[in-house]
């Protein structure tokens, strides 16, 4: 079969052959979260999309090292360099040591990650982590004379590097139009020009978070901590870098005008972007009160919610639309998509009990190509979910006597679908895990029936319940109350 | 009540009041995990004994800020600064970055302190992200004269340090021994002697996790990590160091020696140390094949397990002994620790069933002092157990009708058992959760009912089973092989 994987490259704007730099090794860098607040669905979106990206690339047999960084230092309010540094300040209302916040949401994230049945990336290097090899770089770009220092801060020069350079190359900006609709805002003063970006920030007296540096005690700016970790772990040249399509302009513009200057030469073969999330049409955002966070979501408890939604439907919901599409977020979106993965998920066990034919009236080998084809095509996994769904309708159809299949395509579809649904798209059943009640309930049924018995003085009868009953070591004892239950001793 | 916390210093030999340098926040800082390789018991210890002590104190209302290391770099094969970095050295042998090697393991070690309940701590600091720190506290050290440079390597001149401080007082070495028993080893003519140690090492040219400093491209000693980042993270002073007590000599005496070099003032106030396990009474290695792995436990896949151990039988196991004492496995002990668990976790469900009377034939109040006081004695987890299990005996025999108790008291009791056995000592019922089978081994049950029913031609109660379970969303349906059932789409 042949599986040759196409990608839409940001960088180009079209689909390109994927073929890594040093095959069968793939190196992708994606940008992680800012660990100052509870992950949302925004946070959802690239984990799950570059998840399924790594998982397909994997199943291909490559050999993927899969860096994501946690941002816990250099991240201002204002992407403008200017403001509060997001954790400092969160840890300042929280009266916090910062790196606490920093650590307390990284947990909380990587619980929602392993929810979300996300795969651990190989490295998960943090900002604050890597300081040196920040300063490190920033030297190479002054030494270049692409970056200038004033008054213990550095910045990167758009404009000079621009006469070499592309700037806005990823983005599609063009440099005269940013220079003429950036306003000097105040403090900017210290930038030759607005569209420069700061490589270190001298810290305030009152910043907590600050470090050494030929320059000042300060930090880093946030666009340098992934251009630094993204070299130090994955080499001059990579294969894949991927993030939300928000971070396009000035984050990975700025990455690339970083790398370049410092490396001599562009750091990423394809640019991977993963679109963003609305909420019944707007855009999602905490000023906009239409904020929901993932826990929200599990709980179902946010007045946006009807209901709660498990991870696995959010994962689901994700899925269902190509990553590079806008998704809507809606309570109906989401009902349907429960539905539509508890019907994938109940074909999931029906197979198991099918019986073979001597022919099939389905081609499952062509059902297995096109699902290939569907994730081969940039990880469009709509296509793949829609055909997954026409297993499904094989599966029901065959287990209603509607239709046949031989052995053989019952072992191929077996497997189709769990490398699909399973392997590729990370989908578990979550129906019996997530239902811890489901031994009392059922529990109450048994002793429902026991009770009956009793009282229809059938002894024969629930005697044996309460012998199969201690067959699986279940002890039941009446009570004045009626009768209790437990596991045995 | 009174809740005088009494804890044995290491460092005077003797049990001290514990009292915060400023209360209410306690400062406690513990020796995490090298993240080469498995966790296994001898990781388990510390991170329960200091859970218990972090939870303890959490309790008595003390706002604790818990940093716990994760040491990815900078931990020699040989404690006497020479061979090869742990973590280097397994990623040489499995061909992958240090870093993946690291986060790994860090991931693994994570999960086995999940599933061991241990609460995660309020800082993981890991300590190649704190390079600048610790070439920082190595400035220091030099400039008051107690650290010397050699060919691009910094150490630490014992010697010199104990002329006006004593080296050795937390371990009781004493220096003139050490001197006289330490050999010369290859490798080691940098040193002026041999007890002095490394604050940086040069970094040999296939080494590959390097920084640069002022003395050379390498890397910092492995003690100095933990002086540096509790430093930051938790005061030049602070209340708790804790640790396994092979650390004491020579990681912990020499974290005493930079911190005092560098601050000028000691920085800890209490010393804890948990004692070692042994495997049937030999000491666990892996060079002596006696090595079991945390999940090793949980799966029963080792040769020296007779079956496997749940997460909450090797907690008990090792709360079983007070933590300075010496902790031997062995299968019986652990058999014996799983069913005193069991006896525990019965009696917390049976007392939700337990029924008042207008007089109690025990003591709770004095009952729940004792509890307190045996925690209160440093942390006396083995005697506060034995208290729970006179708990345990009244709950039976109140259950049984020869003993009785008042509500308020049972109120009491409840409460004594949710404090001290599920916040405190962190334990948690994990018969049902642990058992995926019982939904199915239930519906068996139940489906054996209802085909008896049917063979009886007992119509009425057969579909009376159906709808029972129709209504708690359980369809069944009856194949040519029998009743399937299935959650309801």
């Not at 994927?18 to 690239?46: K, Q, W």
């Not at 750091?267 to 707007?282: A, E, F, P, R």
């Not at 979910?385 to 191929?412: C, P, Q, W």
Request: net charge negative; hydrophobic share 35%.
């Amino acid at each position: 079969m042949d599986h040759q994987l196409v990608v839409y490259n940001t960088l180009s704007r079209k689909k390109e052959n994927f073929e890594p730099i040093n095959s069968p090794f793939v190196g992708m860098y994606v940008c992680g979260p800012t660990v100052y607040g509870d992950g949302h669905l925004g946070h959802a979106r690239p984990a799950i999309t570059f998840d399924i990206i790594f998982r397909y690339l994997q199943f291909l047999d490559y050999k993927v090292r899969y860096v994501r960084n946690i941002t816990d230092v250099g991240h201002l309010e204002n992407d403008a360099d200017e403001g509060e540094d997001k954790i400092s300040k969160k840890a300042r209302l929280d009266q916090l040591e910062p790196m606490e916040i920093a650590q307390y949401y990284s947990d909380r994230y990587h619980e929602n990650m392993d929810q979300l049945n996300c795969l651990k990336p190989s490295i998960e290097p943090r900002a604050s982590g890597h300081i040196i090899e920040q300063i490190e770089m920033i030297k190479k770009i002054i030494e270049v004379g692409l970056g200038y220092e004033v008054d213990g801060s550095v910045y990167f020069d758009v404009i000079k590097y621009s006469k070499t350079h592309e700037y806005g190359k990823l983005s599609g900006r063009v440099l005269e139009d940013l220079l003429s609709n950036t306003r000097d805002l105040d403090g900017q003063s210290e930038k030759r020009n607005p569209t420069d970006f700061a490589l270190w920030k001298k810290a305030q007296p009152e910043h907590i978070m600050r470090w050494p540096s030929p320059w000042s005690d300060g930090f880093p700016g946030w666009h340098l901590e992934c251009s630094a970790m993204s070299t130090k772990y994955l080499g001059e040249q990579f294969d894949i870098h991927g993030g939300g399509m928000d971070l396009l302009f000035p984050h990975h513009e700025c990455e690339i005008a970083q790398s370049t200057a410092c490396n001599g030469k562009e750091s990423v073969k394809y640019w991977l972007h993963n679109n963003m999330i609305t909420i019944n049409g707007q855009k999602m955002g905490k000023s906009l009160g239409n904020f929901i966070t993932l826990s929200d979501f599990f709980s179902g408890e946010n007045k946006l919610l009807e209901q709660a939604y498990s991870p696995m439907t959010i994962r689901f919901f994700i899925l269902q639309a190509h990553y590079r599409s806008t998704l809507d977020f809606s309570n109906e979106a989401l009902q349907s998509a429960e539905k539509g993965l508890k019907r994938l998920m109940t074909a999931m066990d029906t197979i198991v009990n099918l019986k073979s034919s001597e022919t099939s009236t389905s081609n499952i080998k062509e059902l297995e190509k096109k699902c290939y084809d569907a994730m081969n095509d940039d990880f469009n996994s709509p296509i793949l979910i829609a055909h997954l769904f026409e297993g499904v309708r094989i599966i029901n159809s065959v287990n209603d006597g509607k239709e046949s299949i031989t052995a053989e395509d019952l072992t191929l579809l077996k497997k189709l679908f769990n490398d699909f649904a399973i392997s590729i798209l990370g989908l578990k059943n979550e129906s019996l895990k997530n239902n811890n009640d489901l031994p009392d309930k059922l529990m109450e049924v048994i002793l429902n029936l026991r009770q009956t018995a009793k009282t229809n003085k059938d002894y024969a009868t629930s005697d044996k319940i309460r012998d199969e009953l201690k067959n699986i070591n279940i002890v039941i004892k009446d009570t004045k109350d009626g009768a209790v239950w437990s596991e045995e001793n």
